[in-house]
């Protein structure tokens, strides 16, 4: 009988040392990178106007507050492209992504093939975005057409849109959180403890059976 009660306590641990393969789909902590990249038209070349830059999605802080600072001044823009960027503020959450133009002021994005940023969210759990959405509360004129992504990254295409400080977009993601399959499985502690019981479990029904035996 107390065989029989060790490995039900086996097959709990076992259990619960895998639940994580069932997380729910969350951008919260994820590593955000975000560029800018600017392109006059289909054929001709494509520029990265900004720094490289990275913030870790949190609930509760702003990723970006001032994108203005992230212009490259040593990097060439496309004709008739300012050498700036546009001042909005860009947050992420579990599942959105917003631009703000409080501080913006009032204007005009460059008119081209591409004026737009570029957001990958990378993961300890490869992530991969399966759907987007522009939410209702967004003001400024996004359509499906210019918001798009591939895999773990978002693209938004702002290309002669007008702005002012009224101005908001919200876009939603869906998306799923799978295992990189080049990683390599760790055991957790209680899984580790799991196989240490499931192997001492062994070591007493086989003594068991031996003394029974004689």
């Keep these: 009988m107390k065989i029989l ?24 902590g994820s590593e955000l990178k975000l ?14 106007t900004s720094f490289s830059a990275s913030a870790i999605v949190s609930k ?12 490259d001044p040593t990097s060439p823009v496309p004709l008739g492209f300012a050498r700036s960027l ?28 591409q004026n737009t940023y570029v957001f ?6 490869a992530l991969q975005i399966t759907d987007v ?14 918001v798009t992504f591939y895999k773990n990254e978002l693209f938004v295409n702002v290309q002669s849109l007008r702005f002012d400080p009224n101005s908001f ?19 957790e502690p209680g899984s580790i ?7 001492l479990a062994g070591t007493l029904l086989k003594r068991h059976t031996k003394l029974k035996a004689l």
Excluded: C, H, W
């Excluded at 001042?87 to 081209?112: H, P, Q, W």
């Design 120 to 125: 990958k969210f990378d993961a300890p759990t």
């Design 193 to 199: 403890l799991g196989l240490g019981m499931v192997a």
């Design 5 to 28: 009660t060790l490995f039900a306590s086996v097959g709990i641990i076992a259990l619960s040392g895998n639940s994580a393969l069932g997380a729910t789909f969350s951008l919260a």
């Design 133 to 146: 959405a522009i939410d209702l509360s967004t003001t400024l004129s996004l359509t499906p057409s210019r």
């Design 169 to 187: 977009a919200r876009i939603n993601l869906g998306g799923i959180l799978t295992p990189d399959s080049g990683a390599t499985s760790i055991p």
């Design 86 to 113: 546009v001042d909005v503020s860009i947050d992420a959450g579990e599942d959105y992504l917003t631009i703000d133009f409080d501080n913006a002021g009032f204007g005009l994005f460059a008119t081209g093939f």
């Design 35 to 48: 560029r800018t990249i600017a392109q006059s038209t289909p054929s001709s070349q494509l520029f990265t």
């Design 60 to 71: 509760s802080e702003i990723e970006f507050p001032d994108v203005e600072s992230l212009f």
